[in-house]
């Protein structure tokens, strides 16, 4: 009988062992990934600012401005104006730029003048 209670004991003791350890590299694999995130959102953004300069940039990279968010940028041509969002890698749009995209696709867009006296 006394067995009994000890393996139980060792047991139990084993088991939250195992808990505590899973739940410290559980934290720690979360943290990781986190920062691993926030480094691959910092690396976008500044790569978003270097896009229109590199080679493969169909348009002319003087006629970019550059806005940051919700949308990297507006591309002015003689013909049209071009909003632009870069993206890299496995990156995929937000729901507001995905929103954005549809209403220019809808041709929702106006152009107001506002003056100041």
Known sequence: METKIQVILILLIF?????VLWRTNKNRYN???????SLSSRYGKMTEQFMPFLKDYPYDPCNF???GSPIDGVQFEEDKVIFIEFKTA?????DKQRNIADLIYRKKIDFEEHRID
């Open 15 to 19: 088991n939250i062992f195992f808990i």
């Open 31 to 37: 943290d990781l990934a986190f920062r691993k995130q």
């Open 65 to 67: 401005r550059f806005l």
């Open 90 to 94: 496995n990156s995929k749009m937000s």
